[in-house]
């Protein structure tokens, strides 16, 4: 069987394109058939075909971290039960309801039938398969363990979407607090506040300062609310652009680095990132330059990896890797410790996990810990600005009752 790329369209009229398994174009027309799409092009995929590449690249949508990770567990379960990878990457196929996933591993299976390696398959898909994905599948098949090499992968895939998945739920509370907060006291200072202030308009009376104030931003944002609007975006707009700069993104990432309890959250992320990289890198038998390169790129923040890349050539030079790390002063000591007693001992692999648990349930506490802090002092934040609007509006109300007495 081999795959084939085609061309067709659907009852409605629109065209509809994919990859599909057959044993010869006759018999692709009649499958296409039978699902009610009318064949315009069929084409195989060979190595050969010049399209080869362009049919890879026109299918390519990314996989999302969630199906990656139970993508990569059903491809190591299957492994490891012994059955052939031809087999195995038609079972995952059928498996997923996702068409642009069913495509992507009908491709890869194409290429594994033509005799090329799975990493060689994955690498038709950058953007799905990350360079850690690849190189660690790579190591895999020249060491024969492929099985055991997907199985630490599924485990780092799915660890890594609970990680993100964590994170997520996290920030739902306070974020939706967040903006109710600013759409309530928006909707208070613009509406509210305009149409309780308008009873005392006509009345001769003194308004409290608190009164006077409040009715200030009140027309302040009534008359140029669009217009705050429009710089808000545009500020948005500029900082996106501007922070997509190399410079300008490295400045922000060495702030990022300065302020204190950011800074340790940012560390202990991309130290994690990195320790739980190297470990599942060197463990599969990547060799330690190349790991440190592919762990270069998974960092976010843009000091720490040029410390990696500085590090990678001093351990290319002889250097320890402990050592190479310390002197660029980006790490946690914690790491640098387990990472310097790893070489030591001569089990690197099994001290990068260690540190990589301790940094994860580190900064998981930071993060739970600002959220418990954070959540109570929007709500006394908010609460306070409604009392202070709702004392403004009362207070001119309290006067005219003791004029009138």
Not at 187 to 203: G, K, W
Not at 212 to 228: E, H
Not at 275 to 285: D, P, Q
Not at 299 to 323: C, F, I, S, W
Request: aromatic share 6%.
């Amino acid at each position: 069987m081999g795959a084939y790329s085609y061309t067709a369209l659907k009852e409605s009229g629109r065209e509809n394109k994919g990859i599909i398994e057959g044993n010869s174009p006759r018999h692709i027309r009649q499958l296409l058939r039978e699902k009610g799409l009318t064949p315009l092009t069929i084409e195989e995929i060979t190595s050969e075909s010049p399209q080869h590449k362009q049919s890879f690249h026109l299918f390519e949508k990314k996989i999302s971290s969630a199906d990656l990770a139970l993508f990569t567990r059903q491809l190591a379960t299957l492994v490891k039960s012994g059955l052939p990878l031809e087999e195995t990457l038609n079972a995952v196929a059928k498996q997923t309801e996702k068409l642009h996933i069913k495509n992507t591993i009908l491709a890869i299976r194409s290429q594994v039938l033509e005799g090329n390696t799975l990493a060689s398959g994955f690498a038709k898909f950058p953007r799905s398969f990350s360079d850690l994905f690849r190189a660690t599948v790579k190591a895999g098949e020249k060491t024969g363990h492929l099985d055991i090499v997907l199985e630490r992968l599924a485990d780092y895939t799915e660890n890594k979407q609970l990680i993100k998945q964590k994170a997520m739920l996290a920030l739902i509370y306070p974020v939706m607090l967040s903006l109710v907060a600013i759409v309530v006291v928006v909707a208070l200072l613009t509406y509210v506040v305009p149409q309780v202030i308008h009873v005392f308009e006509n009345m001769n009376q003194q308004l409290p300062s608190l009164t006077v104030g409040l009715i200030k931003v009140s027309d302040f944002l009534n008359q140029n609310g669009t217009f705050l609007l429009a710089i808000l975006a545009l500020t948005i707009g500029l900082s996106l652009i501007i922070f997509k700069q190399n410079k300008a993104k490295y400045w922000l990432h060495q702030l990022q680095l300065k302020i204190p309890l950011i800074s340790k959250l940012v560390r202990g992320l991309n130290a994690s990132r990195f320790s739980r990289t190297l470990s599942i890198l060197m463990a599969s038998g990547v060799p330690v330059l190349n790991a440190l390169s592919i762990c270069e790129q998974v960092l976010t923040n843009l000091p720490m990896r040029a410390a990696v890349h500085k590090a990678t050539e001093q351990v290319r030079e002889g250097a320890g890797l402990a050592y190479s790390l310390e002197n660029s002063k980006q790490f946690p000591p914690i790491l640098i410790h387990l990472i310097a007693s790893g070489e030591t001992s001569g089990n690197l692999e099994e001290m990068l996990e260690r540190a990589a648990t301790h940094q994860e349930r580190e900064t998981e506490s930071i993060i739970n810990t600002f959220l418990g802090l954070f959540e109570p002092f929007l709500i006394i934040l908010m609460g306070g600005i409604v009392l202070t609007i709702v004392l403004a509006i009362l207070l001119p109300i309290f006067n005219l009752n003791q004029l009138i007495q």
